[in-house]
Each structure stands twice: as structure tokens, then as C-alpha cells.
């Protein structure tokens, strides 16, 4: 094929966003790759960065960079937010579009208007794809019925590994977190935050019917409310084992990770999104070398017990205490696991499926 010319429109933020980072490896492997991101950092020469713009900024932004790049081949669309610069941009089919659905919205559960009208520009922009990609096998199959699809996405599961960057604050920076390491503690790690939805509650109450002396670490993002109940939670029971981190850049994650027993993946099952979990915390658990614990999503439940590298359980603490018990067998199968399931294959399988179906659509040289 020829040396085609890509742009990926993404509204992620590539310092924190790991299946943007992977997106990008495979297309640049695949021609020459320009992208446009939402963030504060710029890590290659052929990135744009909208600086922490409003979403109609980032269409502007994304449709005046698109316009100063000659002979376009390829659009790719990470994600939701994406579609509408996509849609504009590509007026009249001109490009060959790739539409990546890390997420499955459905119109019937999202409750707010915007979220709605997100899903109907969605829709419109898988039916215009010509390729459509999405992050398990569930979601696969649940998407080519609900679109009416002549074929299945083509499968890119949520693999990634978390790296010391460059742009973090620096080897000092990390070891600030060294003060929460404690001698003789089963550290316990959920990168979800003070998410009620995600059942962190239930986390956080039960973490005290855990037979060994814990820290339970709670990182992420944070709403109000989420963060006040959890608090008052601790406060309440007097429980000085739980810390709330909030938001870590990927460095700070990665080391707290490194540097703790099991990690924490959850998610609610109110919705389809929810409920068939595309989940990448679970992998940047496994590549650091740890065992998880989940709640029992099908997507979740069906890696615990086909690969015997943690336990499915809802209310944590039985899950918890297995783990803890028979920590040696969970981390072997773990180190099994990341030997026998690489990035790098998982993203050179989505290379081979997008250049096959590239092939005889462009011009050879």
C-alpha cells in the first residue's frame, strides 16, 4: 500500500488515557500519524493539543488543524466525543473513517440530553464507518445486532501497560508515597475513586472483614458527593486504614501499583457500558505484576476464572481474604498470564485486521 496519511481526532488526554497511547502505536505503524488530543502536554512533533478547551473549542480546533493538513487518507475517531468533528470533517464521505467504540452507550440508559444526542451522532458515525472496532467480545456481538451491522467490530481489548514518563514530577515526587508503605500491611489498591456507582462503599465498609491488616487506597477522580460520603463512611467507623489519593499521573499510579498486593476492579451493572466492562485497570493491575479482585461483571467473572488471576466478588472481602490466602498461586498465574498475552501481539492483531481490510482500497506504489 501506499505511505497513507492518518489523522486521529480523540478528546482524551494521552497523559492519562492508555488506550489512546495504544491506538497510536498501532496507527503510526500503520502510516503516517498526525492526532489531535485534549491535554496540557505534547509528547511528538505530528500531535495537536487542545489545552484543556471546551468541548466546541475542540470541534474548532479539531476542523481549522484538519484543514492545514494536505491529503488526508484515513480519520480515525476515538471514542464518542470525537463523531461530531469526525462527521464535519468528513461531509460527503471524502475519507476512509475508522470509528473506534471504547464505550457502549445506549441511548435508553444515558439520562441527560447531551449524553442523547451523543448517542444519535454516534449511531450515524458507526453506520458511515467503514470500520468499526470495539474492546471485548461481548460488546462485539451486542453491537453488530444493535446497529444491524453486515459485520462484527473487529476486537481491540483494553491490553495496556502503564509507563514512568517523562513529563512526571520527577523519582522525589514518587517517593513522597513511600510514607504510606507500612511494614507487615496487605496494600490494596482500587484506581476507581470514591465511586458509589462503582460499589467503593461497600468496598470501603467491608474492608474491615479482611482477616489481615490492610491499606486500602482509593485513586482517582472524585465528585462531591462520592468523596463526601465515603469520608464521612471512614470517619464514621473510625477506619485508619482507608486513603483517599485522588487523581495520580501515570508515574505516581504506576508506582503505587508496584508497590502494593492486589488491586481493586469494579464497576456498576446498571447499563450495558457498565455491565460489559471493556476493562483496562484490570490490565494495568496484571502487567505490574499483582492479582485483582473484581465484582462479578460477566466480562470480569469469565478472566478470573479462565485464568485463575484473582477472584469475582461483590461485596470484596471473601474475594479479598482468598487472594491473601493463596497469594502465591494468584501471583504465579498472574506472571503466566502477562507472559502469554502481550501488548504488543494484541496490537499487532488489530494491525493485521485494519491493513486486510485496507488492502485494494488504496493504490500501491
Known amino acids: 500500500m501506499k505511505n497513507m496519511k492518518i489523522l486521529l481526532i480523540?478528546?482524551?488526554?494521552?497523559?492519562?488515557?492508555?488506550?489512546?497511547?495504544?491506538?497510536?502505536?498501532?496507527?503510526?505503524?500503520?502510516?503516517?500519524?498526525?492526532?489531535?488530543?485534549?491535554?496540557?502536554?505534547?509528547h511528538f512533533d505530528?500531535?495537536?493539543?487542545?489545552?484543556?478547551?471546551?468541548?466546541?473549542?475542540?470541534?474548532?480546533?479539531s476542523l481549522i488543524t484538519k484543514s492545514r493538513l494536505k491529503n488526508i487518507d484515513i480519520i480515525v475517531l476515538d471514542n464518542r466525543k470525537a463523531t461530531i468533528p469526525g462527521l464535519l470533517i468528513n461531509l460527503g464521505n471524502k475519507y476512509y473513517t475508522i470509528q473506534d467504540c471504547r464505550?457502549?452507550?445506549?441511548?435508553e440508559s444515558v439520562r441527560s440530553l447531551v449524553s442523547k444526542i451523543g448517542c444519535i451522532f454516534e449511531k450515524i458515525c458507526i453506520s458511515k464507518s467503514n470500520i468499526?472496532?470495539?474492546?471485548?467480545?461481548?460488546?462485539?456481538?451486542?453491537?453488530?445486532?444493535?446497529?444491524?451491522l453486515s459485520k462484527r467490530p473487529i476486537v481491540f481489548e483494553n491490553l495496556r501497560?502503564?509507563?514512568?514518563?517523562?513529563?512526571?514530577?520527577?523519582?522525589?515526587?514518587l517517593h513522597e508515597l513511600d510514607k504510606y508503605f507500612i511494614s507487615g500491611e496487605v496494600r490494596i489498591i482500587s484506581s476507581s475513586g470514591c465511586s458509589i456507582s462503582r460499589t467503593n462503599d461497600i468496598l470501603v465498609k467491608n474492608i474491615c472483614k479482611v482477616n489481615k491488616n490492610v491499606r486500602l487506597f482509593l485513586v482517582g477522580d472524585n465528585n462531591t458527593d462520592d468523596?463526601?460520603?465515603?469520608?464521612?463512611?471512614?470517619?464514621?467507623?473510625?477506619?485508619?486504614?482507608?486513603?483517599?489519593?485522588?487523581?495520580?499521573?501515570?508515574?505516581?499510579?504506576?508506582?503505587?501499583?508496584?508497590?502494593s498486593h492486589i488491586g481493586i476492579v469494579n464497576y456498576g451493572?446498571?447499563?450495558?457500558n457498565n455491565k460489559y466492562c471493556a476493562s483496562g485497570k484490570i490490565y494495568e493491575f496484571l502487567y505490574e505484576g499483582i492479582p485483582v479482585v473484581t465484582t462479578t461483571n460477566p466480562p470480569l467473572k469469565k478472566m478470573c476464572e479462565k485464568y485463575n488471576v484473582g477472584i469475582a466478588d461483590d461485596e470484596y472481602y471473601s474475594g479479598i481474604n482468598k487472594v491473601i490466602n493463596d497469594y502465591d498461586y494468584y501471583k504465579k498465574n498472574v506472571e503466566n498470564f502477562i507472559k502469554n498475552h502481550t501488548i504488543e501481539e494484541n496490537n499487532r492483531n488489530l494491525k493485521n485486521r485494519i491493513t486486510k481490510a485496507l488492502e485494494g482500497r488504496f493504490n500501491t506504489l
Open 46 to 61: 505530528k500531535q495537536y493539543v487542545c489545552h484543556n478547551d471546551s468541548y466546541l473549542m475542540f470541534i474548532l480546533k
Open 10 to 42: 480523540s478528546y482524551s488526554d494521552y497523559d492519562y488515557d492508555g488506550r489512546l497511547r495504544e491506538l497510536l502505536k498501532v496507527f503510526s505503524s500503520i502510516g503516517d500519524t498526525y492526532c489531535i488530543t485534549k491535554g496540557d502536554n505534547k
Open 103 to 107: 464505550e457502549l452507550y445506549d441511548i
Open 132 to 148: 468499526v472496532i470495539c474492546a471485548n467480545e461481548e460488546r462485539a456481538e451486542i453491537m453488530k445486532k444493535k446497529y444491524n
Open 269 to 272: 451493572q446498571e447499563d450495558l
Open 161 to 173: 501497560k502503564l509507563e514512568y514518563s517523562s513529563n512526571a514530577y520527577g523519582e522525589k515526587k
Open 227 to 259: 468523596y463526601n460520603k465515603i469520608d464521612e463512611l471512614i470517619k464514621k467507623n473510625d477506619m485508619r486504614n482507608v486513603e483517599i489519593l485522588g487523581k495520580l499521573n501515570q508515574s505516581e499510579l504506576k508506582y503505587l501499583i508496584q508497590n
